[in-house]
């Protein structure tokens, strides 16, 4: 019987897959599966680099110590992020009603 190896990854890798979950405003399951890891990684990953505990199965979801008010970077931030998400969905949502258009059609 073969015996699986374990992939490593630089921390450059790690560092870059990160920024592309957060600069794009893409769902994780999709930035993962583009990257061939699988999303807890990418997760775990994130949680190092932001300073948290990476969660593992076993534990229960830890109380986030997170001030009520963000700072004003972190609030622009969240703004460009969710504008990004808005103007995103607003294209599919435009694409499908096309696309509903002309399936709708009666053929000729």
Do not use: H
Not at 18 to 41: D, H, K, T, W
Not at 86 to 96: F, G, Q, V, W, Y
């Amino acid at each position: 019987m073969a015996t699986k190896t374990r992939r490593e990854f630089t921390p450059e890798f790690k560092r870059e897959a990160v920024a592309l979950l957060e600069s794009s405003g893409r769902p994780q399951m999709q930035i993962a599966a583009e990257l061939g890891i699988q999303p807890s990684m990418l997760r775990n990953w994130r949680a190092v680099l932001t300073g948290e505990a990476p969660r593992s199965r076993a534990a229960a979801p830890a109380a986030q110590p997170s001030s009520p008010v963000a700072s004003p970077a972190e609030q622009a931030a969240e703004i460009a992020r969710l504008r990004r998400e808005l103007e995103r969905a607003r294209t599919e949502r435009d694409i499908l009603k096309t696309a509903i258009g002309i399936f709708a059609e009666t053929p000729r």
